[in-house]
C-alpha cells in the first residue's frame, strides 16, 4: 500500500514539473513574440544604408544617401563621416540637435527619433552604417506570428561548460566580419553521442550561435540563437526548446552573423523556433 502511495506521489509530482516547464516555455515565447512585435523591435527595421566618407544627406528624398519612410520630410539633415567620428546636423526646421553620434558598439549609444521613425548609427568592422526604424511598417502589420515545435523537456541539457577564453570573428549575412569575446565550450550529449558549442559573451548571458540538421528544412537555413544563463559550478542549462530565429528572418536589414564551424552540428534539433512564415 505504502509502494504504491510512494509510486502515485511520483507520478504526481512528475506530472506537475512538467506542467510547470510546459508554462515556463509558454511563457517565455510569449514575450519573445511581444518583444518582436514592441515599438523598435525589430518588426519594425525598414533600411540600412553603409555611409561614404565625408557628406551623407537623409530624408525621404529617394536621392538622398540615406532614405527615410515617406513619412518623414525630404531633406532631414546630414550625417558627416570623418575618420571614424560621425556627426549629425539637422536640416532647417527639423526638432533635432545637431551632435556627435555614438554607435551601437557603445552601451549609451545615440539614437535619433522623428514621430514614428528612429535611427542610429551602426559599426561593423571598418564600416559605419544608418538602420531605421519605422513602428508604422508594413512588416510590423502584417506580421503572421512565431512558429515552433512542440515543448520537448528532452531538449533542455545540462551542458557541461570548459573554459576557455579567445576571440571569436563571425561571418555576417552583409559580408563584414563581428568579433565577439568568447569565454569558453559547452559540451553535451545527445542519443549517446558527444557534441560541442563555442559560446560568446552577451551582457550578462551565454549567446549561440548555430546550425544543425533542420536548418533549411523545418528552421532558417543560415542560423538559430540561443542564449543561456552563464555557468554555474561548471554547467550550463542548454535548453533548445528557447531556440530562436535571428533577425534576418524578419527583415533585409540586420547583420546577423553566421555560425562558426563548431558551431555548424549535423545533430537534428527539433526544438525550437521553426522558420518563419512571410504573408
Same mark, same amino acid.
Given at each position: 500500500?505504502?509502494?504504491?502511495?510512494?509510486?502515485?506521489?511520483?507520478?504526481?509530482? %512528475?506530472?506537475?514539473?512538467?506542467?510547470?516547464?510546459?508554462?515556463?516555455?509558454? *511563457?517565455?515565447?510569449?514575450?519573445?513574440?511581444?518583444?518582436?512585435?514592441?515599438?523598435?523591435?525589430? %518588426?519594425?527595421? !525598414?533600411?540600412?544604408?553603409?555611409?561614404?566618407?565625408?557628406?551623407?544627406?537623409?530624408?525621404?528624398? /529617394? $536621392?538622398?544617401?540615406?532614405?527615410? +519612410?515617406?513619412?518623414?520630410?525630404?531633406?532631414?539633415?546630414?550625417?558627416?563621416?570623418?575618420?571614424?567620428?560621425?556627426?549629425? $546636423? +539637422?536640416?532647417?526646421?527639423?526638432?533635432?540637435?545637431?551632435?556627435?553620434?555614438?554607435?551601437?558598439?557603445? +552601451?549609451? @549609444?545615440?539614437?535619433?527619433?522623428?514621430?514614428?521613425?528612429?535611427?542610429? !548609427?551602426?559599426?561593423?568592422?571598418? &564600416?559605419?552604417?544608418?538602420?531605421? $526604424?519605422?513602428?508604422?511598417?508594413?512588416?510590423?502589420?502584417?506580421? =503572421?506570428?512565431?512558429? #515552433? @515545435?512542440?515543448?520537448?523537456?528532452? #531538449?533542455?541539457?545540462?551542458?557541461?561548460?570548459?573554459?576557455?577564453?579567445?576571440?571569436?570573428?563571425?561571418?555576417?549575412?552583409?559580408?563584414? *566580419?563581428?568579433?565577439?569575446?568568447?569565454?569558453?565550450?559547452?559540451?553535451? *550529449?545527445?542519443?549517446?553521442?558527444?557534441?560541442?558549442?563555442?559560446?560568446?559573451?552577451?551582457?550578462?548571458?551565454?549567446?549561440?550561435?548555430? &546550425?544543425?540538421?533542420?536548418?533549411?528544412?523545418?528552421?532558417?537555413?543560415?542560423?538559430?540563437?540561443? @542564449?543561456?544563463?552563464? +555557468?554555474?559550478?561548471?554547467?550550463?542549462?542548454?535548453?533548445?526548446?528557447?531556440?530562436?530565429? /535571428?533577425?534576418? !528572418?524578419?527583415?533585409?536589414?540586420? =547583420?546577423?552573423?553566421? /555560425?562558426?564551424?563548431?558551431?555548424?552540428?549535423?545533430?537534428?534539433?527539433?526544438?525550437?523556433?521553426?522558420? @518563419?512564415?512571410?504573408?
Amino acid at each position: 500500500m505504502l509502494r504504491k502511495l510512494a509510486i502515485s506521489c511520483a507520478i504526481i509530482m %512528475l506530472a506537475n514539473a512538467q506542467s510547470s516547464y510546459q508554462n515556463e516555455i509558454s *511563457k517565455w515565447r510569449t514575450e519573445r513574440e511581444a518583444k518582436l512585435k514592441a515599438d523598435d523591435g525589430w %518588426l519594425t527595421v !525598414v533600411g540600412l544604408h553603409w555611409l561614404k566618407e565625408g557628406e551623407n544627406r537623409l530624408g525621404s528624398d /529617394p $536621392k538622398a544617401d540615406v532614405v527615410l +519612410p515617406a513619412s518623414m520630410p525630404a531633406n532631414v539633415g546630414t550625417i558627416e563621416l570623418k575618420k571614424g567620428t560621425v556627426h549629425f $546636423k +539637422p536640416a532647417q526646421g527639423i526638432p533635432l540637435t545637431e551632435t556627435d553620434l555614438k554607435t551601437d558598439v557603445t +552601451p549609451e @549609444y545615440t539614437k535619433l527619433r522623428i514621430g514614428r521613425v528612429l535611427f542610429f !548609427v551602426i559599426e561593423r568592422e571598418n &564600416r559605419f552604417g544608418v538602420r531605421v $526604424k519605422d513602428n508604422d511598417s508594413d512588416t510590423r502589420k502584417k506580421f =503572421t506570428g512565431l512558429n #515552433w @515545435y512542440a515543448v520537448d523537456p528532452s #531538449w533542455r541539457i545540462k551542458a557541461k561548460f570548459i573554459p576557455s577564453p579567445h576571440t571569436v570573428t563571425f561571418a555576417t549575412e552583409v559580408g563584414v *566580419k563581428e568579433m565577439d569575446e568568447s569565454p569558453g565550450y559547452v559540451t553535451f *550529449k545527445r542519443n549517446g553521442q558527444e557534441y560541442k558549442l563555442e559560446a560568446v559573451k552577451d551582457g550578462d548571458d551565454l549567446w549561440f550561435v548555430m &546550425r544543425d540538421g533542420t536548418s533549411g528544412k523545418a528552421t532558417y537555413a543560415a542560423s538559430r540563437f540561443l @542564449y543561456t544563463p552563464m +555557468p554555474k559550478d561548471g554547467f550550463v542549462d542548454l535548453d533548445f526548446n528557447k531556440a530562436e530565429n /535571428p533577425p534576418c !528572418v524578419f527583415t533585409d536589414f540586420a =547583420t546577423c552573423p553566421l /555560425p562558426t564551424p563548431q558551431n555548424r552540428l549535423r545533430l537534428p534539433v527539433t526544438a525550437g523556433e521553426q522558420m @518563419y512564415r512571410k504573408p
